[in-house]
Nanobody, 122 residues
């Protein structure tokens, strides 16, 4: 059972930056795909970014179009932690942000954090 804990959310003005962290309890976390999702009030949860592990020991990142060029996903396997660097934040980025993890053989994210609130004021 992988436990995930997000941190780093808060209130920021439009144009500002935040870095979210996702700390995992799993020692083999380096082989998990980690995704960031968000859910705004009254909206469905949506994909933000993910970082995938490949057998050639390369990590690949994917982003939603709405955050491409502004957000960067990364990971520090020595710390069992993934990050989401968010720059040029907009009010429409306001949401609860969740990190999730799955093994490379899974198509579904089975492990989720409790979420961290990000609020961007205009």
């Amino acid at each position: 059972q992988v436990q995930l804990e997000e941190s780093g959310g808060g209130l920021v003005q439009a144009g500002g930056s935040l870095r979210l962290s996702c700390a995992a309890s799993e020692r083999t976390f380096s082989r998990y795909t980690v995704g960031w999702f968000r859910q705004a009030p009254g909206k469905e949860r949506e994909f933000v970014a993910r970082i995938r592990w490949s057998r050639d020991i390369t990590y690949y990142a994917d982003y939603a179009d709405s955050v491409k060029g502004r957000f960067t996903i990364s990971r520090d396997n020595a710390k069992n932690t993934a990050y989401l660097q968010m720059n040029s934040l907009k009010p429409e980025d306001t949401a609860v942000y969740y990190c999730a993890a799955r093994t490379t053989s899974d198509s579904v994210y089975h492990y989720w954090g409790q979420g961290t609130q990000v609020t961007v004021s205009s």
